[in-house]
């Protein structure tokens, strides 16, 4: 593992090479998941409808939120395949990445539906009168299909983006088993192609406004792995857009050049989706030409807005720090655990009528707390790592055998220019902690 070294200066270099770990993406995805739980706790004031909210919305709640809304979950999707193109690339092939991809992916989503979704899906059925207590609904009522209380089940509430991102990894290692090196080239190739003059910024957009707008009236808006068209048109292109940009290093100078544009029409959009969302809130639905212009300005926004913050990482934070490791680990099992931990502390908070900053504060320190707790007792007890999507922990080989290995290696470097282990100083010996990173 290479240095720590502190956040300071801009990159100089643009690119970074595909055998080198990029830390601005690091940054980036760590950025982006706080963001979602700052954002699911903002979802309890908002005049939207949510999992369980306060008896007063706030409306000054919606210009802020409105911003975010459009590029939060694609950018998650953009990110996610870049790791995986990461992943792909050390895995030593496509089964072993598939299989990879289906531990660090389906194990977790298994996990979470059997011991995190349950408390959430407790509480909403407690909003509609059940009766029983956990223990008793989650050996006796969870486990059914159908409505129940006015709630559906199964029901994977927020891990909706494990699943996804699990069937778009899983179908790409498929491709890449039947047709790797084609789709690779024809990847490359795209990347080449959008590289010239401004396509890399309207392309997109065109082909992602027309995917979004062809489907708007002809499928309905509705959250589902086989019924979700409309997301998977905007998500599969955004997921293999990351994955080509791992691998496409001619990409960077691109999005270099047009990042000022980009953010020009982040800014458009954004005020576009803003007006709409102020002029027909909460569930006011507009009529169907400011529906699809709402739809297209969302589009454009996440595209430019995902182009934005890559340039942002490449050039500002790709740069190692003490705390990057530990946090890129923390990130998927906070997200296993936050929306849960947000839904159970407001179900017992919220009838103490405390004020909005103080119930905000509340909300957002005990779900770190918790999210904290979780991760920091996971990552400890070996069986439970690959549960919340950490990956395990090799066994540590005897002091002696580590100390007889880096003699044999530093034997094989000192021996070509006239040099013997007796010539090691004491400080040079072995380091005992693994030096391979931790998987994204």
Known sequence: MPEDKALTAPSAITGTSQSQRHYGMDWLRIAAFGLLIVYHVAMVFAPWAWVIKTSHSYPELIAPMALLTPWRLPLLFA????????????SGGTP????SRAIRLLVPLAFGMV?????EMWVRVLETGYPKGYLHFWAMDYWRAGSFYGR?????????FVAYLATYSLLLAAALAWRGPSLLAALDSAADWLTRQWRLLWIPVAALVTLRLGLLFVVPERQGLVSDWGGHSQYVPLFLFGFALAGAPQLWPAIARIWKAALGVTAIAGAVVVGIELAYPGTAIPPHALMALDRAARVAMAWSMILTLFHVAETWWNRDHPWRKPLAEAVFPFYIVHHPA???IAWYSLPLEFNPFAEFALLLGGTIA????AWATGRRIGWLRPLIGLASKPAK???AAQHRAAFERDREVAAPVGLDAAHRGAADDPA???PREARA
């Open 115 to 119: 011991a995190v979704v349950p408390i």
């Open 96 to 99: 072993a990445f598939a299989r």
């Open 432 to 434: 005992t902690m693994d």
């Open 152 to 160: 559906e089940f199964p029901s994977w509430e927020h891990l909706w």
């Open 370 to 373: 918790i999210c904290f707790a």
């Open 79 to 90: 990110v996610s395949g870049y790791a995986s193109r990461k992943l792909f690339d050390r």
């Open 397 to 399: 080989a005897p002091a």
């Open 342 to 344: 947000i839904v159970l």
